[in-house]
């Protein structure tokens, strides 16, 4: 079977070239069968070399997701209370015209009182179109606020802009020639996996691996060794390995001299970092230290490649922002750039040359500047009364891509701010999440086999197309035709409200990618050199890697990266004792697929995984329901004696929707709004909590 262009719908079997949208590093190229009009199969494209034939478990079932008998398939207006999730069944045109009729009574009361209306949206899809292609111009358009999308990648991104110059790094495919890969701050077996590939092709060509987390994951049992470091100490590890690359002299004096800025500075401050005083902060072993930085140092001799996988897991920490900086400052003390097999990666999507101006439209503010608002405060923001240094309060919200009550930190408030009476909500969603039970409309969203899209990656560097393989569903829309038909309403006129989504997908790279390579193969490779930084050629101001940033200092911050400890360290005498990282589970993608049951019934349950004895100490046994707490909330889950635990860490996994959990809540319970120290991002992985038994 060739695949083919366009959606069938006679009874010959047909392949539609597709992308996965999820927020995930692999961005597979998707093939779906497609008989009598209906989907009946999706599977990887065996001639995209990253995906390789191969998606993960979740994705494979994306069928069972999209004719899910829970899918949305019609407007519905609320009827109950709000949060209730009770609903009537209204026509498009009707809810429609009663959001625009709302958000134009908002918008008329004043030249920038369109701030009261605010867009939140994340990353349900990863699709350039789909994500903000029309909805940025409507919200453009109109002046609402804008909105600061933190909640996943802010600090790590900043940290890599202030060293490297931006979310640039290593090719992933060249991962399988490294010698020694760190795989830092990530499960890739489970949110990773075609990475984790091309690390098994290295491991089989007698690379070392070494993975670094805290949680003992599916990935660390398979690397042959594993750091299991105090959350949030990540930045002390780093800058012990430094102190000795310097003292053992293990360094790259050359490339050291030629390609990087602020290299005595960061020295002293390397040199302060004894591996004894690390190992107190880290919670490891001195020997764990050195070891770790003879086997990166000897690349310095040996000349074989020493790569870094680091993912985003280390950055949810009060130091996020630091601790990746200098992670990423560590391949230009060994040199590690000279290879094409070394040097760092944590996301390739600064790689991509999309054109944002011409998909979000930012001139249709029309010199209008609205405030800013961080989506990882949104439970303080939806609370905050209007005033002077805030502007007026959250009136209306519009969200899509994004199940927040389910994902931000600090539920109780997010909570308490979407069940405001005075809050217009609008949800455009698959199914009724947590978020969608307390929308005022709820609008039916369309899957990706459903509708157009085009996507870059953050894990590699193809850029990838998707045609809708089916009709949509019921009356599901897409994204991009729901802020269509909204902005006619509104009585927008701009042409650009008119663009349909062939045309938006062809905007968003324009000249930079062969778009008839898209549409013939499904994606085309960036052309981009294989070492991108073997002669320096950093994309900083100075073209160096910088290992002090003037434009950090301008900032009056801290221009060399440091190690800076959590909002909630670590202390075993502390009133809250234990540690708690909640990573993602590898049967859901954040709080997407919990409702789809034969992944559910594989992650089983909300589980906190405990220590043998943290558990003792409590006289907690597996499989009893514990009081997870602290502050700001209790969460109720079971606890299972594990020893992916750490002594002093609790893992509570996944992001359960809440209205499955014990008592309608979830792991977000007893997060906190505290952000990081660059790029304003939530810190979900600081987080103490103590643990007892459940109150009989
Ligand atoms: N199956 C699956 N895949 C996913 C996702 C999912 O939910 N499920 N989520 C997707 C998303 S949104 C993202 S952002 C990406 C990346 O997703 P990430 O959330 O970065 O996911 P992981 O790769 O699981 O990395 C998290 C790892 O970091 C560890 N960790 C926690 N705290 C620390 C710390 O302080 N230091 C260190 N060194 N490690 C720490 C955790 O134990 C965990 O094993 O993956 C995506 N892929
Ligand atoms: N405690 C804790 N909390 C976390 C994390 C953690 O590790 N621990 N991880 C954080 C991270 S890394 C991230 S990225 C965020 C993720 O948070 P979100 O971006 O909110 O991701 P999801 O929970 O997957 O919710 C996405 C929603 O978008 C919907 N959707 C998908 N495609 C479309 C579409 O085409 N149109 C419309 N209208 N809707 C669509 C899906 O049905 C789904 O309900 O969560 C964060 N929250
Ligand atoms: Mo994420």
Known sequence: MNPTSSPLSDATPSQVLGACPHDCPDTCSMLT???????????????????????????????????????????LKRVGPKGAGQFERVSWD????????????????????????????YAGTMGLIQGDGMSARFFHKLGASLLERTICAAAGGEGLTQTLGGKVGMRVEFFAEAKLILI??????????????????????????????????????????????LPGTDGALALALMHELITNDWLDHDYLAQHTLGWDLLRSRALQWSPERAALVCGISVEQIRSLARD??????????????????????????????????LPALIGAWRHRAGGVLLSSSGMFPVNKAALQRPDLLAGKTPRTINMSTIGDDLLRPASAEFGPAIEALIVYNSNPVAVAPESAKVVQGFARDDLFTVVLEHFQTDTADYADYLLPATTQLEHWDVHSSYGHTDALLNRPAITPLGEAKPNTQIFRE??????????????????LCRMAYGDAVDFDELLDKGFATLKLAQAPFAQGNFPTPSGQCEFFSDRLA??????????????????????????????????????????????????????????ATDAAARGLHSGEVVRVFNQRGVYRCKVAISQRARPGVVNGLGVWWRKLGLDGTNVNQVTSQNLTDLGHGPTFYDCLVQVGKDAP
């Open 33 to 75: 069968t497609v008989a009598g009009g209906i989907a009946i199969k999706v599977q990887g494209n065996p001639a995209h070399p990253h995906t390789d034939g191969a998606l993960c478990t979740k994705v494979s079932r994306y069928t069972e997701r999209t004719y899910h008998p829970e899918r949305l398939l019609h407007p």
């Open 94 to 121: 009707d809810a429609l015209q009663d959001i625009a009729a709302k958000l134009g009574a908002i918008a008329s009361r004043g030249p920038d009182a369109a701030q009261a209306i605010l867009p939140y949206s």
């Open 184 to 229: 830092w701050g990530s499960n890739s077996i489970a949110s990773n996996l075609h990475f984790w590939r091309y690390a098994q092709v290295a491991k089989r060509n007698g690379a070392k691996l070494v993975c670094i987390d805290p949680r003992r994951s599916e990935t660390a049992d398979k690397c042959h060794e594993h750091i299991a470091l």
């Open 296 to 329: 990166y140092g000897a690349c310095v001799a040996s000349r074989e490649p020493a790569a870094i996988r680091m993912n985003y897991g280390l950055q949810r920490v009060h130091g996020g922002g630091n601790a990746v900086r200098l992670i990423a400052s």
């Open 486 to 503: 909204l902005a006619q309403h509104m009585g927008y006129t701009e042409p650009c409200f008119a663009d349909d989504d062939p045309a």
């Open 554 to 611: 301008a900032q009056g911050l801290d221009g060399l990266p440091d190690h800076v400890a959590n909002h909630e360290a670590f202390n075993s005498s502390a009133t809250y004792p234990l540690a708690m990282i909640s990573p993602p589970a590898r049967n859901f993608l954040n709080s997407s697929f919990v409702n789809v049951k034969s992944l559910r019934d594989i992650e089983g349950e909300p589980l906190l995984e405990m220590h």
